[in-house]
């Protein structure tokens, strides 16, 4: 684009921003006449895709901005009257970061002034209670303004339809093109009053049914030391725990108030390396039973606990996701158990031993919650969906709730929840997991990696020969096309993709193998780790990362 071009274009858009903040930002970036940061803001727009949109917080096009709102707004409004939804309802959530309230009230204005109804939750509140509250409302959409775990500096819009889960193809790309055909910001009415926000109603009905969770007998006994990471979760979590007749949380002080700013974190995500240091430092002080932590917008929930040698240790999503499995099947649970293809296929040996449907889906809940007859989802990214009847998405507190029942169970019967994972190992060959992630600034650097292993494939990894590859961008038999390999080999199984979500390449790796007894458990170990270690190693090497 020429300079002239770039600058009469940062103009036209400062000239409808409707917030003070982008701005004036814009207008210093104008009048310094900055072209490599204007080019880069203008370089195209942010694209709507099934994660909705999520990005960096700045003026222009490629920025999370009220302007790139107010469109997304008015896409979905026009989407949702042209499938005939010309009055239906849509309910508004959204979380503490910044400029997630102003995003919350730009998308019930553009709403109203569409002819739709809206509603607002009464404040910052975790993601799945917008999940259950457009269900239990009876709304034709719902949007969460969140960017989850993110760096601070994002914000995000996450879009929901009617049947309380998020939009998958065509959706996305429909939305998208009502997006593109939005002219200008004055075209589209955005009133002042004439939507509800509203009370603590829907969140009761929401804790109400995090009951039904739980079974009516269970123990309740396991303590616990809880942080939201700065988040919405904190007060969500500790009524569902009051309500179970669980002891309080002791909570991690330094992140317990919603924070944008994320202050004691690198990044505000519990897998992340440092996350949880202060709530294993509340853990050593307090010596509870396991650590919960939840993720800002608490839809993900991470478990950790003590090791026999004092200290304390992260559980895997897929270490969880399998303990909750269990869990389940032994409550008698019916119905589907379902994953998506990056997390273990334990969950897969659970099913088929307690003779229950099994179903593997494309990463992410948007697909997991599709599935028919489901009665248990998870995802290796720390995301469980427990109760799909009540949130058809992944939801952090009702996870909590139920490991920590679990955790009360195995500790009245003097056992905990590494007991179980040596169980299961036991029983269905120790699943050891692990993932190799790239974060890069350039995102060519990922598609230069997808496009080697294209061209020269990797015929084997650790000394194992590939059995099988796979370029899912073809689609399986039960698999919709996605960009991504996959390799399987005699023993283990590896996926390379990129983050929907993040600047990242994602590798997902997994090796399988057998436990004759509990005392084989530390070779079994040891020789899990050597092959994973290795696995990624000339991974890395073939990806030319």
């Keep these: 684009m020429h300079d002239d071009e770039l600058i009469t274009r940062a103009k036209a858009w400062l000239a409808e921003d409707p917030d003070a903040d982008t701005r004036e930002e814009l207008a210093e970036l104008i009048d310094a006449r900055s072209l490599p940061e204007l080019a880069t803001r203008f370089s195209g727009t942010l694209q709507f895709g099934t994660a909705g949109l999520r990005g960096e917080l700045g003026a222009g096009p490629m920025r999370m901005n009220r302007s790139v709102v107010i469109r997304a707004a008015a896409g979905l409004a026009a989407y949702l009257k042209a499938k005939g939804h010309t009055d239906g309802l849509v309910v508004i959530g959204y979380d503490a970061r910044h400029k997630s309230a102003d995003f919350a009230e730009d998308t019930a204005a553009v709403m109203t002034g569409a002819g739709l109804r809206a509603a607002v939750l009464p404040r910052p509140l975790p993601t799945p209670v917008l999940a259950y509250a457009i269900r239990h409302l009876g709304a034709v959409a719902g949007v969460e303004v969140t960017a989850s775990h993110n760096p601070p500096r994002d914000n995000g819009y996450k879009v929901y339809l009617g049947d309380g889960s998020q939009i998958v193809p065509p ?252 169980d ?51 689609g399986t038999e039960t698999l919709p096309p996605t960009d991504g390999l996959r390799y399987t080999l005699d023993g283990a199984r590896v996926i390379v993709r990129p983050s929907g979500t993040e600047p990242k390449l994602k590798c997902y790796l997994e090796v399988v193998v057998p436990v004759p007894t509990h005392a084989d458990l530390t070779a079994a170990r040891a020789k899990a780790t050597d092959l994973l270690e290795t696995i990624k190693r000339d991974l890395s090497t073939a990806a030319g990362i």
């Design 171 to 422: 959706a996305d790309a429909e939305i998208a093109a009502e997006i593109d055909a939005v002219r200008a910001l004055a075209d589209v009415p955005r009133p002042t009053t004439g939507w509800e926000t509203l009370d603590d109603t829907v969140l009761d009905a929401y804790l109400a049914r995090t009951d039904a969770v739980l079974a009516p007998d269970s123990p309740r006994t396991a303590r616990t030391v809880y942080t939201p990471m700065h988040g919405v979760g904190r007060d969500t979590l500790l009524a569902a725990f009051a309500r179970a007749g669980f002891p309080a949380p002791e909570l991690v002080a330094e992140q317990a108030d919603p924070d944008p700013d994320f202050p004691t974190v690198a990044f505000p995500n519990p897998e992340e390396p440092g996350a949880m240091d202060l709530a294993f430092a509340k853990a050593r002080e307090t010596n509870p039973d396991l650590i919960i932590a939840n993720d800002p917008d608490a839809d993900r929930c991470a478990v950790a606990v003590p090791t026999v040698d004092d200290g304390w240790r992260m559980l895997r999503g897929d270490e969880v996701g399998a303990l909750l499995a269990t869990h389940l099947v032994r409550r008698g649970a019916r119905g589907t158990f379902a994953e998506s293809i990056v997390s273990s296929s334990l969950l897969g040996r659970i099913a088929e031993k307690a003779n229950l449907p099994y179903e593997e889906t494309l990463t992410g809940f948007k697909w997991i919650a599709r599935v028919e007859g489901l009665r248990y989802g998870y995802e290796e990214a720390l995301g469980y969906c427990v109760d799909p009847e009540g949130v058809r998405d992944k939801d952090g507190i009702t996870a909590a709730l139920l490991v920590t029942e679990l955790a009360s169970e195995l500790k009245a019967e003097g056992r905990t929840l590494l007991d179980l994972l040596d």
């Design 424 to 474: 299961l190992a036991v029983e269905h060959g120790l699943h050891a997991t692990d993932q190799l992630s790239v974060r890069v600034e350039d995102l060519s650097v990922i598609a230069n990696s997808m496009r080697r292993l294209r061209e020269q494939p990797p015929t084997h990894l650790a000394g194992l020969p590939i059995t099988r590859a796979e370029d899912l961008t073809k």
